[in-house]
C-alpha cells in the first residue's frame, strides 16, 4: 500500500467518522479529484447520512480486499489544512488514555465552529467601561477652570488614570467638565480593558531563576521539570526568558494557565515581550476568534508563544519546543465532563514526548502526583526557594473561632479579623477576603420539620440570592434552576424558613454594617459575568476603588496588587471537610495561594484564618508555612493506604432518566467487566449513586476501578460498553478521577 501526502487529488482517502467500530478507518473514492490531503476536514456520506471527518491518509493503491467501484466519493471539502499529521497521532493517543472515541477526542480537541459542532455562545460582551487617563504630556494646561484644576489632581493623586464610573461616580467629577477636558487633549477616554497595557520587560535573573531556565533549555528533548517556588519567586520570569529562548530557536512555545481570569495579565506580559508571535486560545474567545488563532498556530514559518487555557494543549503548533503549565496542581485542567475526561497534564507529556518538547510544570503547592514522581527521579525538580527581592511570606494568625463564641461574639467576622480590616482601611492598604461560597445564604430550612429547601432537578440544597434591591430568590447552583423564596415547604407545607450559612453576598452585607467606612468590592462568579468580567473587577479593585475584595476561590489565583496587606480565610473548616481524598491536599494549596497575595511588594502582609479547629494539621502546615513538609507526611498516609498516587482508579459515572434504569445499566456494566477487571488484580466498588444523585433530574450512578499504579485501567473503550446501556442512559468513562 503506497501513502503518500503530496498526490495533488489523491484517488483514494482515508477518513475518520463518527461512526463504526471503535478505531475503525473508512475508505472513500475521490472521482471528481478534490485536491484533498491528510489532514483535511470533508463530508462523505456513509449509509446515506453525511458525516463530517477527518482525512488520515491518502492512497494511491487500494488495498486489496476494498473493491473501488463500491467506494462512496468524497462530498466536499469543508477545511482544508486543518490539523498536522503529528497532531492525528497525539488525538489517538489520548484517546485510547481516556478510554474515549477517537473521533469524540478529535471534535472535542478542534475548535468548537469546526465539525458541525453546536456553535458555542460566545460569553456576552460586557458595556463598555472606560478609563480616563491623564493629565496628559505635553498638553497646554494653564487657563483651567476650578473644577478642571480639581479634576486632573484626583487623576495625578491616582496614579495617572481612574476608571470613569470612579471619577465621576464617587469622585464627584462633572461629566461635562470631563467632556472639557477631553476636547483640550489634557485627558483621554480608553477602554478599560486596554488601559495602561502592562510594561513588561525582561529583568535579570536570579542565581536560582537562571539556573532554572538553564536547566529547562538544556533538559532531553521529552523530560519534564518542576519548578516549584514559592508565590513571588518569580516563576512567570523563567517562563518568559526560557521562552524568549525557544521562540529563537524558531521554536513554539504553550504557555498554560489553569483559569480564564489570569489569561490577561499573562498576555499583557507576554505581548509586551514577543509582540505579534503570541496568541491566546481559551473558551472566553468567540468561535471565529478561535479558527484564526488556530490557523495562525498552524502556520510553520513563524514560531509562536500560546497563552491559553487546557484546550489550548490541543493547538497544532508544528514545531513545539517547551509548554509550560503553570499552577499544575489546579484542578481546572482536568476535564470533567463531557469525554474525553483528559488532564491537560497528561496531554502535555504526550505532546512533549511525540514533538521532543519539554514540560516544565510550575507551582508553588505541587500535586501530590507530581511530587511523587519527583521523588522517584521521572521528573527533574528545579527550586525558587525565596520571594524576589527576599520578602518574606506573610505570617498565618488563627482566630480560634471558638473562643469568639465562649465570649459572646457570634458576628460572622471575628473581632480580631475587624480590627485587622479597619487598619486596612485606615492605612489605605487593601485586603482580601476568601468566602467558599457565592451567593446570599448557602441554604434555607424548614421551620416546621427541619428540611432544606431542595432544587426540584438535583438533590442537592438551593442557594439564597440577592438582589441589590434586597429581594431574594433561590437558585440551583448545579443547573441555573431558580425560584421564590415564598414558596411551601414541600416537606410539610410550611412556609416559613430558616437561613443557614453565609455567602459572598452576606459577608460583604455583613462587612457594610460593622465597618460601613471600609469600600467593598465582591468577586466570584455572579459579580464577573461577561467576557471581560472578571479584568475589570481587577481592575477596579487595582486602581483603589475599594478597600475589599470579598470573594470565592477565584481571588487566590495569581492577582498580583502591590497594596493588598491582608489576605482572610473567613471559614477554614468548609474547606477541610469534603468527604474526598483531595481535601486536604485541596484546602492547603488553595489557602497557601490566597497567602501568595499578600505583602507582595514594599507593604509587608499578614493571612488571617477563622476556624473552629485550630489544631487540625492542614491548619498548623499552613502557619508552619512548610508545603514540603506536608507533601512528606501525606505522601507517606497514602502509601500505607495504597491510594493514588500510590494505586490507580478510573469512574465509570452513569446518568438515566430513573434510578432503576440507571441503577439496572450500571449493574450490567458491572457484572460484565468483572471476570476482566479481577484478572488485572484490579478491583471494582459499586455500583452506587453519585454523591450527588441527582441532577438535572438525571439520576447519577457510578462504579468505581482501583488497581495498581502503574498498570493500564482493564477497561475496553466507551464505545464497547454504550451497546450495553438502554437508551436514555449515558456512561462516562472518567480515568484518574480527581474526586473519589
Ligand atoms: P511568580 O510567577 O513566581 O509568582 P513572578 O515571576 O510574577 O513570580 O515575579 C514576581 C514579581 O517579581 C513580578 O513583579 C516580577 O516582575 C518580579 N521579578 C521576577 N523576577 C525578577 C528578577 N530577577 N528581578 C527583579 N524582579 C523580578
Ligand atoms: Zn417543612
Ligand atoms: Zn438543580
Known amino acids: 500500500m503506497a501513502s503518500q501526502s503530496q498526490i495533488a487529488a489523491p484517488p483514494w482517502l482515508q477518513v475518520w467518522l463518527e461512526a463504526g467500530r471503535e478505531g475503525q478507518v473508512f ?26 471527518g477527518l482525512v488520515v491518509e491518502a492512497l494511491e493503491d487500494l488495498p486489496g480486499e476494498l473493491g473501488a467501484r463500491t467506494l462512496q466519493p468524497i462530498e466536499s471539502l469543508l477545511q482544508a489544512a486543518a490539523v498536522t499529521t503529528r ?76 476608571p470613569l464610573v470612579q471619577l465621576c461616580g464617587q469622585g464627584g467629577h462633572s461629566r461635562a467638565v470631563l467632556a472639557a477636558l477631553e476636547r483640550r487633549a489634557l485627558v483621554r477616554r480608553v477602554p478599560l480593558a486596554a488601559a495602561r497595557p502592562a510594561v513588561d520587560s525582561a529583568r535579570r535573573l536570579n542565581p536560582e531563576q537562571s539556573l532554572a531556565c538553564k536547566a529547562v533549555l538544556t533538559a532531553e528533548p521529552g523530560s519534564t521539570l518542576l519548578l516549584w517556588g514559592v508565590t513571588g519567586a518569580g516563576k512567570t520570569e523563567v517562563y518568559l526568558q526560557a521562552a524568549a529562548a525557544v521562540l529563537a530557536r524558531g521554536q513554539s512555545v504553550l504557555l498554560l494557565t489553569p483559569e480564564i481570569g489570569l489569561i490577561p495579565q499573562l498576555l499583557d506580559r507576554a505581548r509586551s ?15 471565529g476568534e478561535r479558527v484564526a488563532s488556530w490557523r495562525k498556530a498552524l502556520d510553520p514559518s513563524q514560531p509562536r508563544l500560546v497563552v491559553g487555557t487546557r484546550s489550548a ?70 527550586k525558587l526557594p525565596s520571594r524576589i527581592g527576599g520578602r518574606p511570606l506573610p505570617p498565618v494568625r488563627l482566630v480560634d473561632m471558638r473562643q469568639e463564641l465562649a465570649q459572646g461574639h457570634r458576628r460572622l467576622i471575628s473581632r480580631p479579623l475587624l480590627d485587622r480590616l479597619q487598619q486596612v482601611g485606615e492605612r489605605r492598604e487593601q485586603a482580601v477576603v476568601l468566602v467558599p461560597r457565592r451567593g446570599y445564604r448557602s441554604f434555607l430550612s424548614c421551620r416546621s420539620c427541619g428540611e432544606a429547601v ?20 433561590l437558585r440551583c447552583h448545579w443547573c441555573d434552576h431558580r425560584q421564590n423564596v415564598s414558596d411551601r415547604c414541600s416537606h410539610c407545607g410550611s412556609s416559613a424558613f430558616k437561613p443557614f450559612g453565609a455567602g459572598t453576598q452576606r459577608v460583604v452585607e455583613q462587612l457594610a454594617e460593622d465597618l460601613p467606612e471600609l469600600r467593598l468590592l465582591r468577586f466570584d462568579r455572579d459579580s464577573t459575568r461577561g467576557r471581560d468580567g472578571h479584568r475589570q473587577l481587577l481592575q477596579r479593585f487595582a486602581a483603589g476603588e475599594a478597600d475589599v475584595l470579598v470573594g470565592t476561590q477565584m481571588l487566590a489565583k495569581g492577582m498580583d496588587l502591590p497594596r493588598v496587606t491582608l489576605a482572610a480565610v473567613l471559614a477554614a473548616d468548609g474547606l477541610l471537610h469534603r468527604p474526598d481524598l483531595r ?108 454523591p450527588v444523585a441527582r441532577v438535572a433530574g438525571r439520576s447519577r450512578w457510578q462504579l468505581l476501578l482501583h488497581g495498581p499504579a502503574g498498570g493500564a485501567i482493564p477497561l475496553p473503550a466507551e464505545a464497547e460498553l454504550r451497546g450495553n446501556l438502554p437508551a436514555g442512559v449515558s456512561l462516562a468513562i472518567d480515568p484518574d478521577p480527581l474526586a473519589l
Not at 497544532?316 to 509548554?323: K, V
Not at 438533590?459 to 431574594?472: E, F, I, P, Y
Not at 494539621?617 to 506536608?630: Q, T
Not at 479481577?678 to 455500583?687: D, M, Q, R, V, Y
Open 87 to 162: 497532531w492525528q497521532a497525539l488525538i489517538a493517543q489520548v484517546a485510547v488514555h481516556c478510554h474515549a472515541s477517537r473521533f469524540l477526542t478529535l471534535k472535542s480537541a478542534l475548535p468548537s465552529a469546526w465539525l458541525g459542532q453546536r456553535a458555542q455562545r460566545p460569553a456576552k460582551a460586557a458595556r463598555p467601561q472606560w478609563c480616563i487617563e491623564g493629565p496628559l504630556p505635553g498638553a497646554e494646561s494653564t487657563r483651567l477652570t476650578a473644577a478642571q484644576g480639581a479634576l486632573l489632581s484626583s487623576l495625578e493623586a491616582a496614579g495617572g488614570a481612574l
Open 454 to 473: 431542595l432544587c426540584p432537578h438535583c438533590d442537592v440544597a438551593l442557594t439564597v440570592h440577592r438582589s441589590k434591591a434586597g429581594n431574594q430568590w
Open 27 to 52: 475508505t472513500y473514492g475521490n472521482p471528481q479529484q478534490i485536491p484533498v490531503q491528510p489532514g483535511d476536514l470533508v463530508q462523505v456520506r456513509l449509509r446515506g447520512r453525511r458525516h463530517s
Open 313 to 382: 494543549v490541543f493547538l497544532p503548533l508544528p514545531r513545539l519546543g517547551l509548554i509550560v503549565l503553570d499552577e499544575e496542581h489546579d484542578s481546572s485542567y482536568k476535564q470533567e465532563s463531557p469525554m474525553p475526561c483528559y488532564h491537560a497534564r497528561d496531554v502535555a507529556q504526550m505532546r512533549a514526548q511525540q514533538d521532543g518538547a519539554v514540560l516544565l510544570l510550575g507551582t508553588a503547592t505541587p500535586s501530590l502526583e507530581t511530587w511523587q514522581r519527583c521523588e522517584i527521579g521521572e521528573i527533574a525538580l528545579l
Open 273 to 287: 515581550r514577543f509582540a505579534d508571535a503570541v496568541l491566546e486560545y481559551h473558551s472566553g474567545m468567540a468561535d
Open 583 to 690: 481535601a486536604s491536599e485541596q484546602a492547603l494549596q488553595l489557602m497557601l495561594q490566597l497567602a501568595g497575595r499578600a505583602g507582595r511588594a514594599e507593604l509587608p502582609g499578614e493571612v488571617l484564618v477563622q476556624t473552629y479547629l485550630p489544631e487540625h494539621p492542614v491548619i498548623a502546615h499552613l502557619v508552619s508555612g512548610d508545603y514540603g513538609a506536608f507533601l512528606a507526611e501525606e505522601l507517606e498516609l497514602r502509601r500505607r493506604a495504597a491510594l493514588v498516587p500510590f494505586a490507580r482508579a478510573a469512574l465509570l459515572r452513569f446518568a438515566g432518566p430513573s434510578a432503576s434504569a440507571t441503577a439496572t445499566a450500571a449493574a450490567a456494566v458491572a457484572s460484565r467487566l468483572e471476570p476482566q477487571v479481577l484478572e488485572a488484580g484490579w478491583c471494582l466498588i459499586g455500583p452506587a449513586p453519585a
